[in-house]
């Protein structure tokens, strides 16, 4: 039943075939038995229970739409009222939020069953899920290695069977770098696309909730339900979500597919790099033209990244002080005392280190040399793919510059781990979709294609991705062990 | 480029974020480590370049002044740290 697409679990429960109650409880199951990847940090039981017996009503009187009843697992970014909501730190260990999330608000409409709150690195910054209060999560298809990040434990839970499905966000990679590892389907939607009202913020201008499915077809399900205006996101933008189910057959006859040379560079795993070129193959056959582009200024885009984000998490984070909700640390013996200590206790060290990056970047006499630098840097990242997307349809390439790394190989080393998000943080920066699309294996373990599209084209990127796994069956692999 | 340990201690007071006395030397490596990183920038020249804030190029929405949040404190401080008769305690600050 874990394997089965939303589509087939959405006919199963109209037949019949099983109810939601009894879905929900073959995941909770599931769950426990594999309870050492540590992909959640809280499982919901009773509320999924609960939540699955009124889908199962609502199955019965035809007010269902897809997702009524299904399984699904959230983030814990996402603020979910009466639940802990972590954020995969110590300083909100405590927290139960008071209200929900727009997404999680759009879930519960819905009527899709939330399973639990997923592990991620510490306030979404990470690459490998070890920068979380709550211990690393281990990648599935090779337990000694990362399942990548920060949306790790939702990468894990997806490829493990854990969840039919479920929600990841995105600042520098965080959804298509931990997918491209676990070898799932992850979407980055365009910034502005999912309300991230209730999505714990990290670096405001970059940050972006999407999709973590088996497959496109599913992605595009869960997303039309996250996707939308939302009126309590300054940053939302107001424009019409097109059906994305509708899009997934349009023909690839003609689709023009740009090859950034700087993708194909140095720092590329000749493995990695082969999965790839064989996909785009399998494009071609499907009808698409293939064309060499440029990004000159992508080396820039890890540099401009860190002022950006880092500036950004210091300001965001001020407001964990140990007054209003959080940690607090024990007899302050003044405000600064309880400020410094709240903060010092319970963040750890890659928070620390951004915090105090960011309070650098921004302090009187370097805000000029470094944010404001950063910001015309992104500027010309952004057109050069703005101009690159003029030329093509889409573009394509690698995730990542290899396959998921071994548990602790980087873990004291954070600035080879920034090296490995450059193929993601340029998006990022310039605001636009992409996808991670499992596209093969090397050394056994998962490869993912980057797809990138124009502003607002994820109907476009779905068909893209659903036209190569209607020839190819990588999403449809499970890791041994969890079959 | 790179920063010496007073440096990073005084960014963490700004930061107001408590940092052990044995972990500045690492701090101190791995920020100018991320510094050094941040000055290839400089290589580029951005003369007349817009900095760009937002990807969307959105300026701020206007809506009318109406209101539209009701009175939740009690909700709100049930999960703070210390309150009392709706205020949040914090140690005293002036004597």
Redesign the interface.
Known sequence: MHTKTIIELAQGLRAGDFSSVELTQTFLNRIKQYDTLNAYITVTEDLALQTAQAADLKLATGEANLLTGIPIAQKDIFCTQGVKTSCGSKMLD???A?YNATVIEKFNTAGAVMLGKLNMDEFAMGSSNENSYYGAVKNPWDLNAVPGGSSGGSAAAVAAGLAVCATGTDTGGSIRQPASHCGITGLKPT??RVSRYGMIAYAS?LDQGGPMTRSAEDAAIVLQAMAGFD?KD??S?DCAVPDYLAGLNTSLQGLSIGLPKEFFGEGLAPDVAAVIEAAIKEYQKLGAIIKEISIP?L??A???Y??IA?AEC?ANL?RF??????Y?CKD??????????S???A?G?EV??R???G???L?AGYYD??Y?????????I?EDFKRALQEVDVIMGPVAPSVAFGIGEKINN??EM?LSDIYTIAIN????PAMSVPAGFAQHKPVGLHIIGN?FAEQRLLNIAHQYQKITDWHQKSPKGFE | MS?TAS??KK??H???????EL?IEA?TH??S??LN??????D?N?DG????????E?G??L?TDEVTERD?HK??Q?????VDSGL?L????IE
């Open positions: 405590n927290f139960l008071p910034y502005g201008s009126p300054s940053t933008v200024n080396n820039l890890i540099p401009a860190y002022v880092s210091s001020s002080d140990g007054v209003r909700f959080g607090r302050p013996v003044d405000l600064t005392d309880l400020y410094v200590r903060r010092g206790e963040f060290k620390k280190r915090i105090l990056m309070t650098y970047a302090s040399a470094y404001l630098k950063a910001q015309k840097v992104r500027r010309l952004a954070p600035i920034y920066l310039a605001g636009l502003y | 920063l440096d990073v960014i963490a700004l930061a107001r974020l408590g940092i052990d972990d701090y791995d920020l480590g991320m990183l941040m000055v290839q920038m400089s580029l951005t370049i817009e900095p760009m804030a937002h990807p969307m959105q701020q929405r809506r939740q909700q709100f049930a999960i703070a740290p210390q949040y914090v140690p005293k600050v």
